[in-house]
């Protein structure tokens, strides 16, 4: 039953993320230079700063920052080995038929319809900068969060096609 008197707590949520990238070493602006890089051939007078500034906006939409703390935790959680079998193995694994951190990370890429779904695919192939970083790192766990990453991204480009079309 849902609780009536619950106040979503869009700040502090925001700001879970925000502290669970920083320990990562992952910033918004790293972010930023991704999404330029995305769409610099279709906005030329696209900047990094106005990138920014969209992602920023894009990380406090509700289904976003729901979908990235549930990743981020089950993630941590793994690492932690907090999780039973067979879902620890899973997930510490990244096994490719699982599936789940894509169907969280195109939520989010779904934002802005088939736009944010066919660029989180481009990411989920190519995985520029960070994405890519913590795609190949081995040392931690990182199922969910490499897809988060790409559909953050997606989703700002997908802003901006919609913005500049």
């Given at each position: 039953?849902?609780?009536?008197?619950?106040?979503?707590?869009d700040?502090?949520?925001?700001?879970?993320?925000i502290?669970?990238?920083?320990?990562?070493?992952?910033?918004?602006?790293?972010?930023?230079?991704?999404?330029h890089?995305?769409?610099?051939?279709?906005?030329?007078e696209?900047?990094?700063?106005k990138?920014?500034?969209?992602?920023?906006?894009?990380?406090?939409?509700?289904?976003?920052?729901?979908?990235?703390?549930?990743?981020?935790?089950?993630?941590?959680?793994?690492?932690?080995?907090k999780?039973?079998?067979?879902?620890?193995?899973i997930?510490?694994?990244?096994?490719?038929?699982?599936?789940?951190?894509?169907?969280?990370?195109?939520?989010?890429?779904?934002?802005?319809?088939?736009?944010?779904s066919?660029?989180?695919?481009?990411?989920?192939?190519?995985?520029?900068g960070?994405i890519?970083?913590?795609d190949?790192?081995?040392?931690?766990?990182?199922?969910?969060?490499?897809?988060?990453?790409?559909?953050i991204?997606?989703a700002?480009?997908?802003?901006?096609?919609?913005?500049?079309a």
């Open positions: 039953m849902q609780n009536k008197g619950f106040k979503y707590p700040t502090k949520a925001y700001q879970f993320i502290d669970e990238f920083n320990k990562r070493g992952i910033t918004l602006h790293d972010l930023a230079k991704i999404v890089k995305m769409e610099i051939d279709y906005i030329p696209l900047t990094v700063e990138c920014a500034r969209v992602l920023i906006n894009e990380m406090h939409k509700r289904e976003l920052m729901n979908n990235v703390m549930v990743g981020l935790e089950l993630d941590r959680l793994a690492e932690e080995k999780l039973k079998e067979p879902l620890l193995s997930i510490r694994n990244d096994a490719g038929v699982f599936g789940v951190d894509e169907v969280l990370a195109l939520q989010i890429a779904n934002i802005y319809g088939t736009i944010g066919t660029n989180f695919g481009y990411l989920d192939r190519v995985k520029y960070l890519k970083k913590f190949e790192d081995k040392q931690h766990v990182n199922t969910f969060l490499d897809d988060l990453l790409g559909a991204v997606a700002a480009c997908a802003k901006l096609a919609h913005e500049y």
